[in-house]
């Protein structure tokens, strides 16, 4: 099986920094890892998409980031990571690792599966 373990969330100030790291474990059985990325979930609001990244390395972020947050991945260590530099209170909400993967023997056959979510605070 496969599990998305997620840490780095806290509290910090307005213009402060955090760095998400998101471990991918069941390497025995992981095929490959094509696409990770990260969203986020403030309270009374919906899911919004925050940043992915290839396993070539493409990224895509979401506009509210403004440059601020830089993703990437470390395809030994099945990491995913997220920068978020320059951060603002409205930065902050329950973060969701995410990654599309597929297990040995069917390795043609992909499923996205979700981490529990980090909360991260910027205060003002």
């Known amino acids: 099986q496969v599990q998305l373990a997620e840490s780095g969330g806290g509290l910090v100030q307005a213009g402060g920094s955090l760095r998400l790291s998101c471990v991918v474990s069941?390497?025995?059985?992981?095929?490959?890892?094509?696409?990770m990325g990260w969203y986020r979930q403030a309270p009374g609001k919906q899911r919004e998409f925050v940043a992915t990244?290839?396993?070539?390395?493409?990224?895509n972020y979401a506009d509210s980031t403004k440059g601020r947050f830089t993703i990437s991945r470390d395809n030994a260590k099945n990491t995913v990571y997220l920068q978020m530099n320059s951060l603002k209170p409205e930065d902050t909400a329950v973060y969701y690792c995410?990654?599309?993967?597929?297990?040995?023997?069917?390795?043609?056959?992909?499923?996205?599966?979700w981490g529990q979510g980090t909360q991260v605070t910027v205060s003002s």
């Open positions: 990244v290839t396993s070539g390395g493409s990224t």
């Open positions: 995410n990654a599309r993967i597929s297990l040995l023997p069917n390795w043609s056959r992909e499923y996205a599966y």
């Open positions: 069941g390497s025995g059985r992981i095929a490959s890892i094509s696409t």
